[in-house]
């Protein structure tokens, strides 16, 4: 019996409950809508962490479409010995620093001394509610956004790269730095130092949520998706 066409529509939904396990191999395949599912799925926090690297909103989105194309490039060797996000992850990662100690010339960041970590360094409390009752509460929170990101971007490239995925992107120490090849210490003093550099600029103003930092929605995780299938297409003769 033939099998029975399943409308676009519906296929794309049902992509979309799958787990990364399961997309994997069709993406393997070349099903264009596991692909997209997976794309959409890991872009904002893909494009958070190349972001804390490069500090350029488009810049950062390159490094995530060069990303993408290598890991499906290669999907057939991700043996599933980690996690699909941490794979993605560890490809993103070493496209942007690659991208800045290829633009800088300076050292990577698993170089850089280590001092000895200096007590306190507690967690950044912010309110986490997103929900905007009025024009002037969003504005509010969006100018506090602003000015987080600016305080970001200001801090120097080994504290901001553990800085955003310890405290915005909510990993453990442990896992920042595995992400980043360097020890749980040397992550520790470096979230720690960030930590105070932004503390006295930050804390009496910020109204917004770390988790509404560098949004990656919408149209932009759409276009991203488009770009990456546009990519992997076969040109025809």
């Known amino acids: 019996m033939a099998a029975i066409p399943v409308p676009a529509a519906r296929h794309r939904q049902q992509m979309s409950i799958l787990s990364d396990a399961e997309l994997v191999p069709l993406a393997r395949m070349g099903d264009e809508f596991a692909i997209r599912a997976i794309v959409q799925r ?137 992400y980043l090849g360097i020890r749980p210490e040397t992550a520790k003093t470096r979230l720690h130092r960030a930590r105070k550099m932004m503390r006295q600029s930050i804390e009496k103003q910020l109204s917004g949520a770390f988790s509404a930092l560098l949004p990656f929605d919408g149209a932009r995780c759409a276009f991203m998706a488009d770009r990456v299938i546009a990519a992997l297409r076969p040109e025809t003769p």
């Open 42 to 178: 890991h872009n904002q926090r893909l494009f958070r962490r190349a972001r804390a690297i490069i500090r350029n909103d488009a810049e950062a989105e390159d490094v995530v479409h060069a990303a993408y194309i290598k890991a499906f490039t290669n999907l057939a060797t991700f043996r599933g010995e980690a996690q699909l996000s941490t794979w993605l992850t560890r490809i993103t990662l070493n496209e942007a620093l690659g991208r800045v100690r290829g633009r800088k010339n300076t050292i990577g960041l698993e170089e850089i001394d280590v001092q000895t970590m200096a007590p306190g360094g507690e967690v950044l409390q912010f309110p986490s509610s997103l929900s905007a009752t009025d024009p002037e509460t969003e504005l509010s929170r969006s100018q506090a956004r602003h000015l987080l990101e600016n305080a970001v971007d200001e801090l120097p490239d080994d504290f901001r790269a553990v800085f955003v995925l310890r405290d915005v992107e909510g990993m453990s120490t442990d896992e920042a730095a595995s």
